[in-house]
C-alpha cells in the first residue's frame, strides 16, 4: 500500500468515526506504526487532523470535503485515465470551461499544448495551462475560494454568461440518478449553473467515490448531462440509473 492509498485509509477512518490509532491504522495498512505517525504528521501539517497520544482526531467539519492537498492523492491513477479520456472527447480548436477540482487539474495537464481556448475556474488549473501557452487561456474574475483556489462570486458568473463554450468539464461532490449533481460549497453551485448555461455539452467528471454521494448544494439533476466520464470501480447499479437518464457513461 503506497501513500497515497495509506492517506485514502487514514482520511476515511477519521470521516467514519472522527479519531484513527496508530496501532489501528498500523493493522489496516500493513505498516509500521513509525510509518503511520509520519502519515499523520503530514496530515496534521496540512490541517486535516490533530495528533493526540496514539493517534489523531479530525479537523474535518462534518459535511464538507477533505482539503485539495489530500485528496489530489486521493484515486491519482483513476483521475489520470479520467483526464486522458476527456482530452480524447475534445476536438482541437474547442472553447472549453474547465471546473475547479483536483480531476479538473489533471485534465488541464492534458489540455496544456493543445490548440484549444480554455477557461479554467480555478488558480491550479490556470498555472498548469499557462505553462504551455500553446492555446489559448482566458481568466475569469471573481472571489477565490481558501484552500481549493477556485473562482465563485458575481464577477466569476458574470465572466461566464460572457462567452459561449462549446464544452464545459464540470466537476462535483457527489452524484446520483435520484439526487442528480451537487456540491459542498453553494458559491461553487452556482458558478458550476453558470458554466453549463454558457456551453452547448456538458461533461462531468467524477471518480467513483462520489457516485452515490450527495452533498448540500444541488446543481443539476443527473439528466442535464450529456457525458459523464468515471472510473471502472464505479457501481454497475449505479451507473445503469444515470445512463437510463440520458447522459453517456464512460468508465475508464
Keep these: 500500500m503506497d501513500s497515497a492509498e495509506r492517506f485514502d485509509v487514514i482520511v476515511t477512518g477519521l470521516q467514519d468515526s472522527g479519531t484513527v490509532t496508530v496501532i489501528g491504522l498500523a493493522e489496516a495498512t500493513g505498516h509500521s506504526e513509525m510509518t503511520i505517525r509520519r502519515d499523520l504528521d503530514q496530515l496534521a501539517a496540512k ?24 485528496r ?17 472527447l475534445v476536438g482541437d480548436g474547442e472553447a472549453v470551461v474547465l471546473d475547479s477540482g483536483t480531476t479538473a487539474v489533471e485534465v488541464a495537464a492534458r489540455f496544456a499544448g493543445r490548440a484549444l481556448t480554455v477557461m479554467p475556474l480555478s488558480l491550479q488549473a490556470s498555472r498548469v495551462l499557462a505553462e504551455r501557452p500553446d492555446g489559448r487561456l482566458l481568466l475569469p474574475g471573481g472571489e477565490v475560494r481558501p484552500g481549493e483556489l477556485s473562482f465563485i462570486g458575481p464577477l466569476a458568473e458574470a465572466s461566464l454568461a460572457a462567452v459561449r463554450f462549446d464544452t464545459a468539464v464540470l466537476s462535483c461532490c457527489g452524484m446520483s440518478a435520484a439526487d442528480g449533481v451537487t456540491a459542498h460549497d453553494l458559491g461553487d453551485v452556482a458558478t458550476k449553473r453558470a458554466a453549463m448555461r454558457s456551453a452547448r455539452r456538458v461533461v462531468m467528471i467524477a471518480d ?9 448544494g444541488y446543481v443539476c439533476a443527473a439528466g442535464d448531462l450529456d457525458v459523464l466520464v468515471t472510473d471502472t470501480d464505479a457501481p454497475d447499479a449505479t451507473v445503469s440509473e444515470i445512463r437510463a437518464s440520458g447522459v453517456t457513461v464512460h468508465c475508464v
Excluded: H, N, Y
Excluded at 47 to 70: H, I, K, N, T
Excluded at 208 to 216: R, W, Y
Design 208 to 216: 467513483s467515490a462520489k457516485l452515490g454521494q450527495v452533498a448540500m
Design 72 to 88: 489530489e492523492r486521493q484515486g491519482a491513477d483513476a483521475k489520470k485515465r479520467i483526464a486522458a479520456a476527456v482530452d480524447a
Design 47 to 70: 490541517g486535516v487532523l490533530r495528533r493526540v497520544r496514539g493517534g489523531a482526531v479530525s479537523l474535518m467539519p462534518r459535511g464538507q470535503e477533505p482539503p485539495f492537498a489530500v
